[in-house]
T-cell receptor, first 111, second 113 residues
Framework: SQQGEEDPQALSIQEGENATMNCSYKTSINNLQWYRQNSGRGLVHLILIRSNEREKHSGRLRVTLDTSKKSSSLLITASRAADTASYFC???????????FGGGTRVLVKP | SQTIHQWPATLVQPVGSPLSLECTVEGTSNPNLYWYRQAAGRGLQLLFYSVGIGQISSEVPQNLSASRPQDRQFILSSKKLLLSDSGFYLCALTLDNSGNTIYFGEGSWLTVV
């Protein structure tokens, strides 16, 4: 089964609104990362948050991590049509050296 | 900085035919290498990862195999393709064993007909 599961699976918002998506995982992790994928392309790294961090910002992105609940959220503020993409969380399990990805959230930002 | 080259970018193969997808890396040495598969509109499934030449770990049982003949070359193969092998195959790397940022190639689209 997948280590990371995103919620919701799909999200449709108007330009200018905020987009929030969540990721839950099952095992202890070293860090959690969020990636973006435009249709038919490779994934691009957005942000990494370590297990001892609770919140991190990068431009219009805000990521939180709650290790007690084994969950993370990604917030995109003031969304733009160009933010339309799929967003994936990935966990780096403490016991291994590989990243495991969730199923992703497809975000559609309507102009 | 490191770059990942995948080829072919697009491939249409008949059921039962062999497969070879290649991934080469430039700009770094001794990376951890990964093969992921993504079905249309779905998440990524880790197929294989390698921490060094000749070292392959398989994550899921399947009719695919992987090899790492050189430090910066990772090959995904099959002797006989199935319809269910269709998907988007992504090669990726990380630069150390702590699982830091993963870098992806642009992927190879495989359609088995």
């Amino acid at each position: 089964s997948q280590q990371g599961e995103e919620d919701p699976q799909a999200l449709s918002i108007q330009e200018g609104e905020n987009a929030t998506m969540n990721c839950s995982y099952k095992t202890s992790i070293n860090n959690l990362q969020w990636y973006r994928q435009n249709s038919g392309r490779g994934l691009v790294h957005l942000i990494l948050i370590r297990s001892n961090e609770r919140e991190k910002h990068s431009g219009r992105l805000r990521v939180t991590l709650d290790t007690s609940k084994k969950s993370s959220s990604l917030l995109i503020t003031a969304s733009r049509a160009a933010d339309t993409a799929s967003y994936f969380c990935a966990t780096d399990e403490a016991a291994g050296n590989k990243l495991t990805f969730g199923g992703g959230t497809r975000v559609l930002v309507k102009p | 900085s490191q770059t990942i080259h995948q080829w072919p970018a697009t491939l249409v193969q008949p059921v039962g035919s062999p497969l070879s997808l290649e991934c080469t890396v430039e700009g770094t040495s001794n990376p951890n290498l990964y093969w992921y598969r993504q079905a249309a509109g779905r998440g990524l499934q880790l197929l294989f990862y390698s921490v060094g030449i000749g070292q392959i770990s398989s994550e899921v049982p399947q009719n695919l195999s992987a090899s790492r003949p050189q430090d910066r070359q990772f090959i995904l193969s099959s002797k006989k393709l199935l319809l269910s092998d269709s998907g988007f195959y992504l090669c990726a790397l990380t630069l150390d064993n702590s699982g830091n940022t993963i870098y992806f190639g642009e992927g190879s689209w495989l359609t088995v007909v």
